[in-house]
């Protein structure tokens, strides 16, 4: 926080905010029964659920997300969805790039105690149309098989 200008006071009440928070979960409550109860544990790496502040300590929190490969492509950061924009004309320095970022990314997630949820991450490759002409005429050249509309 205090890299981000946050001191004092203010500091102060957002740090006790976030220490010694307990959490319990309740197991088979209906209709107001009491259900189980789990032991109470205390809450190491979360923001409150529903916290009025839980979206700024997000964004502080992946702050440095885009900048780890900013120099490699173009970060588009909206909410909790990540883009990275990669342009290269030269296949297979696209592909190194591409990997990189990835890779990268990986790191970071880890480091900062982060899973990637490869269930929503997609890579998506726009062509123009010289280029996927010459991808077409590549292929036919080289006797592969690929579906080309031209």
């Not at 885009?66 to 924009?85: G, M, N, Q, R």
């Not at 970022?101 to 480091?111: A, L, Q, V």
Request: charge should be positive.
């Amino acid at each position: 926080m205090k890299f981000y200008g946050i001191t004092g006071f203010a500091n102060m009440l957002m740090e006790s905010y976030l220490r010694n928070r307990y959490q319990r979960l309740i197991i088979n409550v209906h209709n107001n029964s009491n259900g189980y109860y789990s032991k109470w544990k205390k809450v190491q790496h979360v923001v409150p659920q529903g916290s009025v502040l839980r979206p700024l300590f997000f964004i502080i929190y992946i702050n440095d997300l885009s900048k780890s490969v900013s120099d490699k492509s173009s970060p588009i950061l909206f909410a909790d969805d990540t883009s990275f924009i990669i342009a290269n004309h030269i296949e297979t320095e696209f592909k190194f790039k591409t990997n990189e970022i990835f890779n990268g990314k990986n790191k970071w997630f880890h480091s900062n105690m982060l899973m990637l949820n490869y269930d929503k991450t997609y890579f998506l490759q726009f062509l123009t149309k010289t280029i996927m002409n010459l991808i077409c005429k590549y292929h036919l050249a080289t006797e592969k098989l690929l579906l080309c509309k031209v």
